[in-house]
């Protein structure tokens, strides 16, 4: 009974404060409009006379909130190393406010970056138990980066390959291809070619931020994500913020591209719906290192693209709604036909097009309980078209419907997550679901239907002390292609359970600076329906899937410090060194099965090991910043019978390096990076070296006119690299087979002009 | 500063950039076509089932179904013995030597040396080599007994044939053959040759002559047709690989292979002539296209001609131009040639 009466006392004095409450509340938001988690804002309370009385270091709730029962003016400061103010603020917070919303831009953060990939809400970096890279916008101007492609061959970490035709892959911690997670506002990016997909089709033009998690993140992400996770924000509307921006840029090797795009922040003054939207195009006219071959080393290129998204902010919740279109056409033409007549010739038209819908919902329950709803529909469309030209008359006529092909890719995605803080910020709960369906429809695959993947996730951050944070994670699979029946002779045989994927990161505060940081993850990949159903048979070719194929696993292990500090009020250091292990089984590769047949199947190969180390040291002094990175990947693959046997080994190393002069506020920059001795396969086996190269680019950005204009110009390429040898006895599909492989199209002069009204 | 917007700058730029698109394509001069050319296409279509028999005096071309052989014996001179054509997927033979005809059974398989036959038409590169000895009143078949793998496409039971030639006598070739798997079933058959045709056809599943050669072997020159032919897989194991191509008859034609020197249209009887006539059958072959991992087609080699030598010392010059038709079906092999007078 007296317990009874305890609770019941507690309860009426809760409501008995709640009534009497003075609370005011503080709302802190990033430029997408997110409540900005676990951010510290120092509070200066203030007399009637504008006196500093006290002052308070206070962080963000869950809900990017600081409540604050004063009755005082509070004058709101933000250490400039973490971000700055969107719009402007009136200051001080009076006492008649009960709420005040205030818009930072946190990219200028430059040691402590916010990053939103497998969490709810924007954070500092740091906060998170594993490791996260930002790359800014800042950073990607900076660069004169076109399209995702150029801003990641900056990146140490990252391996790229190039093909004229399929585009460029990349690889993170020595995994490729399927094994890596591409998402765009955290949504999976379909469309995949030989397991890869092309990123040179993501322009850079309407792009927030890239975050790169390296190692698995199947837990929160699924399937496809063993490698690693590349996660592509792109800009939302901003509250009380219009703004109109194009871009046009052009260079010495053939690309001519403009892009605009604007944003109103309110549609009017008493509106709640802000509306982004932008279009752009890419035309690259084609580069040939030996003008006597009709075809092209680097094929021409003509990009359209365009987006629009519609922002509803309600008091307790945001939708959004976004749709974006694009379209790509590549020329392929075959060398000239000299046959004593006439002189014929071969065009191939690559046509890409891609839809993507966004639907996307945050609801805020109360001060402690969060909802968001992702749902997203994306349809990947590429259709091949060979004609054959008469060179002399200039007809052309279509060949073979054999030669013609088309592939169409569907895929509906819903996610769904609450996210949970404990009253006392010490665990941040995050559970969620998400489901997939998947269709792929082309001449060569056999199924029509397609594969649905639905997962149920769970994860939190538990502060165990102020120095030590983990975050266990799990995600249960049902794909109604893979998995085992947990009971069998109970649930009907159609019922299965993929691999149960578990994750432990651990993060220890060592000291004020310096983080250490553990993880074990386990990875998951489920065959593709290309892997499973493709048949390509005919006189000349024997590929084909196979049904028997079973889910790749891997175990990942990392281990990292980050060392971060701002020394003083111009001086700022950070230093990263991390170290991981990958242990991948039944990894699904093309291989010739048999001879005789000359039989191409996707098989489970048996092992795949890869292991690195990564380092990062960036140096900050005044308008100076020094970045230095390198890697070492070490990869091993091993068939289950120990019949085939390779081993290779990657080095990289960066340097990128930027200043900008106070008077006249012009930058310099100087990106490059060192790949070294490279190796590829042949589709038998073979391995091939790949020499190495440098690659360098070298710009400067004078913005004009209050900033309103930003011109750039710079070399790219400054070395001029075109072909490396490479030891391989065949081209591959798109490449020549002359002993040289296709790094990039020589040295490139570029101006750009960007201008913001 | 305040900034003054000027719509023609950004006008100006946007059509500067729209406007940058992929140049048409110039157009090639058209080739003086030299005097005398003639061409032809052999239609052997895209499942290649046609093969077509040419000759370059009369210019006729014949027709016929890719033929549905295993075994070919040879009418001419020396006995000998092909199995690099026909349907089977497999061409390889084992040799056993002192061993009954009866005593092969499966158990031999696994000791068995394959051997491939080569396109060339030489007897000493035939899977089965010199398997005849010259006697008296005509050949003897050696004592060896041969194991011929017809591939992984027949049924298990059938897949193996055991074979052992008796003799050729009288213009018949005589052998003794039986399916390894099945050792109840034995066969003895003579195969009547024809003196008017290069081989005469035998196919081990009707257990009957098969007609794979429609005319007289005087009456023409090339055939194109499907054939096989070893390569070494990256290991160095050799495996069948089928092939398309343009084989000669090597009692009309003898052939010269030109890839440097001096190109087609300058090559003139003075350079043929200097040339070394070559009397292989595959001389021709397959390999004057080559597949462009690029396009996904064949192409034709550049600068590969041959130059054809007759049994009447005449001399042609001859360049393949094209493997496909106007719709881009392959199987079309477009030949032109030009007499050298």
Redesign the interface.
């Known amino acids: 009974m007296k317990k009874l009466l305890f609770i019941f006392f507690i309860l009426l004095n809760i409501g008995f404060s709640k009534a009497q409450s003075t609370e005011r509340v503080l709302l802190v938001v990033d430029q997408q409009n997110q409540p900005l988690v676990n951010f510290e804002i120092e509070l200066q309370f203030l007399d009637p006379s504008g006196k500093v009385l006290h002052s308070q270091l206070s962080s963000t709730d869950n809900d990017g909130q600081i409540t604050t029962n004063s009755t005082l003016p509070i004058s709101i400061h933000i250490n400039k190393d973490l971000g700055k103010f969107e719009n402007p603020t009136r200051s001080p917070w009076l006492n008649t406010e009960k709420e005040l919303k205030i818009q930072l831009i946190t990219e200028i953060n430059r040691i402590n970056p916010v990053s939103i990939t497998g969490s709810l809400s924007p954070r500092l970096a740091t906060q998170n138990p594993y490791s996260v890279e930002v790359i800014s916008q800042k950073t990607i101007a900076l660069m004169g980066a076109q399209n995702l492609t150029e801003v990641l061959q900056n990146q140490s970490n990252i391996q790229l390959s190039q093909d004229p035709v399929l585009g460029s892959s990349i690889q993170l911690q020595g995994l490729g291809g399927q094994n890596v997670k591409i998402l765009v506002n955290s949504v999976p990016m379909i469309g995949r070619m030989n397991g890869n997909l092309d990123i040179s089709q993501i322009p850079m033009n309407n792009v927030e931020r890239i975050e790169i998690i390296e190692g698995p993140m199947s837990a929160v992400y699924g399937s496809d994500a063993i490698g690693g996770v590349v996660n592509i924000i792109t800009k939302k509307p901003i509250s009380n913020v219009n703004r109109v921006q ?1 871009n ?1 840029y ?1 260079d010495g090797v053939g690309n ?3 892009d605009a795009n604007f944003q109103l922040g309110n549609l009017s003054k008493k509106s709640r719906i802000g509306l982004v939207c932008d279009m752009g ?1 890419q ?1 690259f ?2 580069t040939d290192f030996d003008p006597s071959t009709r ?1 092209a080393d680097w094929k ?1 290129k ?1 990009k359209l693209f365009g987006s629009i998204g519609l922002n509803y902010q309600l008091k307790k919740s945001n939708h959004l709604l976004r749709y974006s279109a694009f379209h790509e056409k590549i ?14 010739g ?1 065009n ?1 038209y690559f046509n890409t097009y891609r839809n993507d819908f966004l639907l996307l919902s945050d609801f805020t329950l109360n001060k402690r309980n969060k909802l968001q709803f992702q749902n997203s529909f994306n349809t990947y469309k590429r259709k091949k078209t ?1 004609v ?2 008469n ?4 007809t052309e ?4 419907g054999e ?1 013609q092909d088309t592939t169409t890719n569907y895929q509906a995605n819903f996610r769904g997550f609450w996210s949970y803080q404990s009253a006392n910020k010490k665990i941040d709960w995050l559970t969620g679901y998400e489901g997939q369906y998947e269709s792929i429809q082309t001449k060569r695959v056999t199924k029509r239907d397609g594969i649905f993947d639905m997962g149920i996730f769970s994860t939190a951050d538990i502060n165990l002390s102020p120095k030590v944070q983990l975050k266990p994670s799990v995600r249960f699979v049902y794909n109604n292609q893979f998995g085992t029946n947990p009971l069998p002779g109970i649930l009907s045989n159609g019922f299965k359970i993929a691999p149960i994927i578990p994750s432990l990161q651990l993060k220890f505060n060592a000291t004020k600076h310096l983080a250490i940081r553990g993880s074990y993850a386990r990875g998951f990949r489920a065959p593709n329906i290309k892997e499973l159903y493709f048949m390509f048979v005919d ?2 070719h024997n590929v084909q899937g196979n049904q028997l194929l079973t889910t790749e696993t891997a175990h990942n292990f990392i281990g990292s410090i980050d060392y971060r500090h701002n020394i003083n009020n111009i001086s700022a250091v950070t230093f990263k060194l991390s170290y991981f292990e990958n242990f991948v089984t039944n990894q699904i590769q093309l291989a010739l099965v048999d ?3 000359n039989l191409y199947q996707y098989i489970n190969i048996g092992k795949m090991n890869s292991q690195g180390v990564n380092s990062q040291i960036e140096y900050f002094y005044n308008q100076l910043q020094i970045k230095l990175s390198s890697s070492w990947i070490n990869n091993e693959s091993l068939s289950d019978d120990g019949s085939n046997w390779k081993k290779w080994t990657v080095v990289q190393t960066g340097l990128n390096l930027m200043y900008t002069f106070q008077k006249p506020k012009v930058s310099l920059q100087w990106f490059s990076r060192y790949t070294g001795k490279n190796y590829g396969f042949e589709e ?3 391995p091939f070296e790949i020499a190495p190269y440098f690659i360098a680019d070298m710009s400067m950005s004078v913005p004009l ?2 900033e ?1 204009i930003l011109i750039q110009a710079g070399c790219k390429n400054i070395f001029g690299v075109t072909q490396v040898l490479s030891s391989a006895s ?8 002359n002993g040289n492989l296709n790094i990039a199209n020589g040295r490139n002069l570029f101006v750009s ?1 960007k ?1 913001n ?1 | 500063m305040k900034l003054k917007f000027n719509p023609f700058v950004l006008l100006s730029i946007v059509l500067f950039t729209f406007f940058s698109c992929e140049k048409p394509e110039s157009l090639y001069k058209q080739p003086t076509i030299p005097q005398g050319l003639q061409t032809q296409t052999f239609a052997m279509g895209e499942t290649y089932s046609n093969q077509l028999w040419f000759d370059f005096e009369t210019q006729k071309t014949t027709v016929n179904t890719y033929g549905n052989w295993d075994i070919a014996f040879s009418c001419q001179n020396e006995p000998s013995v092909v199995i690099c054509g026909g349907k089977n997927s497999n061409f390889t033979v084992a040799e056993f030597e002192n061993v009954n005809f009866k005593d092969i059974d499966a158990s031999y398989l696994t000791a068995a040396k394959w051997k491939f036959d080569q396109p060339s038409g030489k007897i000493d590169s035939s899977a089965f080599g010199r398997c005849f000895n010259k006697v008296v009143d005509g050949y003897e078949g050696k004592s060896a007994i041969y194991v011929l793998d017809l591939g992984e496409d027949s049924l298990k039971s059938f897949r193996y044939i055991k074979i052992q030639f008796i003799g050729v006598k009288g213009g018949a070739y005589q052998f003794k053959w039986g399916y390894v798997n099945v050792p109840a079933l034995t066969y003895l058959t003579q195969m009547v040759t024809d003196p008017s045709k290069n081989y005469v056809y035998y196919s081990f599943s009707k257990k009957d002559v098969v007609e794979n050669e429609p005319v007289a072997s005087e009456d023409w020159d090339l055939v194109f047709t499907t054939y096989k032919e070893s390569v070494n897989d990256p290991n160095g194991v050799p495996y069948n690989y089928i092939i398309r191509g343009a084989l000669a008859n090597l009692k009309t034609i003898s052939i010269a292979q030109i890839d440097k020197g001096i190109a087609y249209e300058a090559c003139d009887k003075t350079f043929a002539l200097q040339q070394k006539f070559r009397n292989n059958a595959d001389e021709i072959g397959y390999d004057w296209k080559e597949y462009s991992q690029s396009i996904g087609k064949y192409a034709i080699v550049p600068n590969r001609y041959y130059i054809i030598k007759t049994a009447t010392n005449d001399y042609f010059k001859l360049k393949f131009v094209d493997f496909y038709d106007d719709q881009g079906r392959k199987g079309y092999p477009k030949m032109a040639w030009q007499i050298l007078p």
Do not use: C, Q, W
């Open positions: 194009t046009s052009i001519t591209n403009i195009r035309f006219g084609g075809s021409p003509t020329t392929d033409r075959s060398d000239a036909e000299f046959n004593l007549i006439t002189v014929t071969y191939n060979m054959r030209r060179l002399v008359e200039g006529i279509l060949t073979r030669d006189i000349n001879n005789k047949s038998t086996g073979k006119l209050n309103h065949t081209g591959s599909v798109h490449n020549n087979g002009i201008i009204l």
